[in-house]
């Protein structure tokens, strides 16, 4: 299951992990969030043990929203110690986020 990652634990569960982390940045009112949401949690289970995988919900967290400027959303950004190395901004299929992420195991 996708972690709850907030304003307060943001720093704890993304910036130190000892794994690449992705990271969904959504909303409830967004329809393409809604799209991407079931694919985040079938990523978490994929990736369980190989990557920490997690949501940041934008209305109730919008000091990490700001700080690496998200304006659209769904908002995917994968760390890899303490540091963004890739992104997908819209809705994809999950292969993509994969395929992502897979990179950064390698």
């Known amino acids: 299951m996708a972690l709850e990652i907030t304003d307060a634990n943001f720093d ?34 994929d990736f369980n043990g190989k990557a920490v995988v997690g949501k940041v919900n934008v209305d109730h967290n919008s000091e990490i929203s700001m700080k690496y400027g998200i304006r659209n959303i769904p908002a995917l950004l994968i760390f890899k110690n303490g540091e963004i190395v890739d992104k997908q901004i819209g809705a994809v299929p999950k292969s ?10 390698a």
């Not at 569960?13 to 991407?36: H, I, S, Y």
């Not at 993509?96 to 195991?105: A, D």
């Open 12 to 45: 704890e569960l993304v910036l130190k992990a000892d794994k690449p982390v992705l990271v969904d940045f959504w909303a409830e009112w967004c329809g393409p969030c809604r799209m991407v949401g079931p694919v985040v949690e079938e990523l978490a289970n």
């Open 96 to 105: 993509v986020l994969t395929e992502k992420l897979n990179k950064q195991l």
